[in-house]
């Protein structure tokens, strides 16, 4: 903490926006024993210090009056992770976090608060999550709450995450491996499949009037987009 403090101290510092939970979330099991976050919200409120954070955990309600209580002096956004409410795949995609469920209550409870509110619909999975009945389902709860912004980007596999990745849908939804092989050639999905998956995440943006240009810093979002 005392590092954190004299960079948020120091004269060079411009209270640039604190990007939380980009490579890790912030909220793991551990720091429901830690408790590391309630010292850095003290800090963060105490030099005023714009923030945005992103997690796939529900330990983050414990904090929320810390988290009102800086959104109050400052900009602060949470991106809450969700790509779908499916129990046949959210449990074999997503182990060791937070229930679909537990995180859209993250959303409904930080709805009455200060804080921007937004949803990181991403990685949607081909064949998975990106079918008609998961987005449908996705966009129209996500509305019901309702958030500033949403960002929903496809799944992205580039150098050793490929295989990993791969080997994953082989062990897990055999019958999609032979699918998978072929649209994944390169890093991203063929064309043709991005721009109608675009395509159809632009028709349900327009059905339930979820935002996508939300900006609490341009250089924030950006970090954002490229780490996942």
């Known amino acids: 903490m005392d590092l954190l403090e004299k960079e948020l101290a120091a004269k060079k510092w411009k209270r640039e926006v604190v990007n939380l939970g980009g490579v890790t979330d912030s909220y793991q099991a551990i720091e429901a024993k830690e408790k590391i976050m309630p010292r850095v919200l003290e800090l963060l409120i105490k030099y005023k210090n714009p923030v945005t954070i ?3 955990s529900k330990l983050i309600l414990r904090d929320i009056e810390l988290w ?3 959104a109050k002096l400052t900009t602060v956004s949470l991106a809450v992770s969700l790509t779908t409410f499916d129990e046949n795949i959210y449990p074999k995609t997503e182990p060791c976090s937070s229930s679909p469920a537990d995180r859209f209550d993250v959303l409904r ?3 009455k608060t200060d804080v921007k509110l937004g949803v990181l619909a991403m ?3 081909p064949y998975l999550t990106d079918t008609d009945d998961n987005m449908e389902e996705l966009f129209r709860r996500i509305s019901e709450v309702p958030i500033d912004y949403m960002f929903c980007q496809m799944l992205n596999l580039r ?3 490929k295989s990993h990745f791969l080997n994953f849908i082989k062990k897990n939804f055999t019958g999609l491996y ?3 092989m072929q649209l994944y050639h390169g890093g991203f999905v063929n064309q043709d499949y991005r721009v109608a998956f675009q395509k159809k995440v632009n028709l349900y943006r327009k059905k339930y009037g979820i935002r996508h240009d ?4 341009k250089q924030v979002v950006r970090q954002q987009l490229e780490l996942l």
């Open 178 to 180: 032979d699918q998978y």
């Open 214 to 217: 939300y900006v609490i810093s």
């Open 68 to 70: 009102d209580k800086l």
């Open 54 to 56: 992103s997690t796939k």
């Open 159 to 161: 150098g050793e995450t």
């Open 123 to 125: 990685p949607i999975l």
């Open 109 to 111: 409870q930080f709805r």
